[in-house]
């Protein structure tokens, strides 16, 4: 009966879907009816869950049940307590119960610096992650991707190069979101060679091909000036999103390139692709200084 519950409730994880958990706590609660403990290995899964579907209330009633049992301090249970609490919102419940954990692995670490990020607070992300390298925790690479991607974010932009180069050096290959973040970094000081370097990578990764990376590249030649390689790229995306044709007709733009830009936007109309407020307030600042009157009133009609 146990292992059927169990499996019942492992089973249910995998094809984890929105109105799950409504099952899922069924099933919890079940569980509890008959009598039967939780463990090490369902506490976590259900918090998990908890953490994805924004449950709070479900788990912290899971959290009391915790409190009650004898796995307060198993680290799998405290640790998906962190990430539960975080997800949800709850920094502060979250670092409570991490300050209090007498043992940390890198899951535990990555979990608290993680909720910080994702309200936004950096500069407490950043102390903990000077404080994970203190403490000798091996870091993964989700955790440098956080904290590289929150130095691009708050605009610093050597210091995500040099955390990039960091990750790389102890060991660790870059997947296609730190090359993404590299890339963005590249981007906003024009570092042309480094960019170049991010991109062989990502051929000889077989990176390439993912759109994302793709459009990070286009990106960063655009900004680097080099819009010859940007286009020769740009050409050779077969799918091109609006992302895609943004890049491009932006990089144009920003090069005062107006006969380009005007072009690549009518292809992109005549293509059937929906430009959104990105496409738009790159060409308007054209319209105003295009000296071909037609395409600027073109251009004008369309946006009204
Ligand atoms: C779970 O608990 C059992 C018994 O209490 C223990 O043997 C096992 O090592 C624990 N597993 C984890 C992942 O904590
Ligand atoms: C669990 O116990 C801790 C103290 O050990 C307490 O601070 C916390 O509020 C309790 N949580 C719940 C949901 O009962």
């Keep these: 009966m146990f292992c059927i519950l169990c499996l019942g409730i492992f089973l249910f994880l995998r094809m984890l879907a929105k109105g799950v958990l409504r099952m ?6 079940q569980m509890v009816y008959k009598g039967i403990r939780p463990d090490n ?18 788990g912290m009633e ?3 049940s915790i409190n009650a049992s004898s796995l307060e301090w198993n680290l799998f249970v405290q ?6 609490y975080g997800k949800c919102g709850e920094v502060d419940t979250a670092r409570n119960i991490f300050d209090k954990m007498p043992v940390k692995d890198d899951v535990s670490w990555n979990s608290i610096i993680s909720g910080y990020a994702s309200k936004g607070e950096w500069g407490e992300a950043f102390k903990l992650f ?22 691009l974010r708050t605009g610093n932009y050597e210091g995500t190069l040099k955390l990039l180069c960091q ?21 906003h000081i024009g570092v042309l060679k480094l960019g170049k370097e991010i991109h062989g990578l990502a051929v000889r990764n077989c990176f390439v091909e993912y759109i994302n990376v793709k459009n990070a590249l286009i990106n960063m030649y655009c900004r680097c000036g080099d ?21 491009m007709i932006s990089g144009y733009a920003h090069w005062d390139r107006y006969e380009e830009a005007s072009f690549l936007f009518r292809e992109m109309l005549l293509g059937d692709i929906e430009p959104n407020y990105v496409t738009i307030a790159s060409i308007l600042p054209l319209c105003a200084r295009m000296a071909n009157l037609q395409h600027g009133k073109e251009f004008h009609c369309y946006i009204t």
């Design 62 to 64: 899971i959290h009391k």
């Design 24 to 29: 899922l706590s069924f099933a919890y609660k």
């Design 167 to 187: 990750m790389r050096m102890s060991g660790n290959r870059l997947d296609p979101v730190a090359m993404i973040i590299g890339l963005g970094a590249c981007s």
């Design 41 to 58: 290995f369902t506490y976590p899964s259900v918090l998990k869950a908890c953490g994805e579907q924004l449950d709070l209330g479900f």
């Design 130 to 151: 000077e404080s994970m390298r203190e403490s000798g925790v091996e870091l993964n690479i989700i955790t440098w991707n956080t904290i590289a991607g929150g130095c």
């Design 227 to 247: 819009l010859m390689h940007a286009y020769i790229l740009f050409q050779s995306v077969e799918a091109k999103t609006t992302i895609t044709w943004n890049s």
């Design 79 to 84: 640790n998906a307590l962190v990430s539960m």
